[in-house]
Nanobody, 123 residues
Framework: QLVESGGGSVQAGESLRLSCVASGDMFSSYDLAWFRQAPGKEREFVAAIRLYTWERHYADSVQGRFVISRDNAKSTSYLRMITLKPEDTAIYYC??????????????????WGRGTQVTVAS
């Protein structure tokens, strides 16, 4: 129900924009987020955007470089990434669920997940 795209291999300092398309009325019902998982590491929070307030949250490691957005008319969430670093290399996952201020950065409240898109940043 969530399908990511836009990943690829880039050089450090370059940019990418990831997209996440949802089926049905998911985008009009849930908060949205992006997580990532590097080899041998746990899945970690990247960014979230709230359904009603459009308030955005970011991990410290991407603050100022990544921007999350949503287009409910297109049922699409975007993650714009600039000044990419080798440590940004990971599989990026889109997620949807109902969250609050205490749990948006955890995987627990997200009921729906995409299969992920690979981002590789070479130094």
């Amino acid at each position: 129900q969530l399908v990511e795209s836009g990943g690829g291999s880039v050089q450090a300092g370059e940019s990418l924009r990831l997209s996440c398309v949802a089926s049905g009325d998911m985008f009009s019902s849930y908060d949205l987020a992006w997580f990532r998982q590097a080899p041998g590491k746990e899945r970690e929070f990247v960014a979230a955007i709230r359904l009603y307030t459009w308030e955005r949250h970011y991990a410290d490691s991407v603050q100022g470089r990544f921007v999350i957005s949503r287009d409910n008319a297109k049922s699409t969430s975007y993650l714009r990434m600039i000044t990419l670093k080798p440590e940004d290399t990971a599989i990026y996952y889109c997620a949807a669920g109902m969250v609050d201020d205490n749990n948006y950065y955890t995987t627990t409240p997200y009921n729906y997940w995409g299969r992920g898109t690979q981002v590789t940043v070479a130094s």
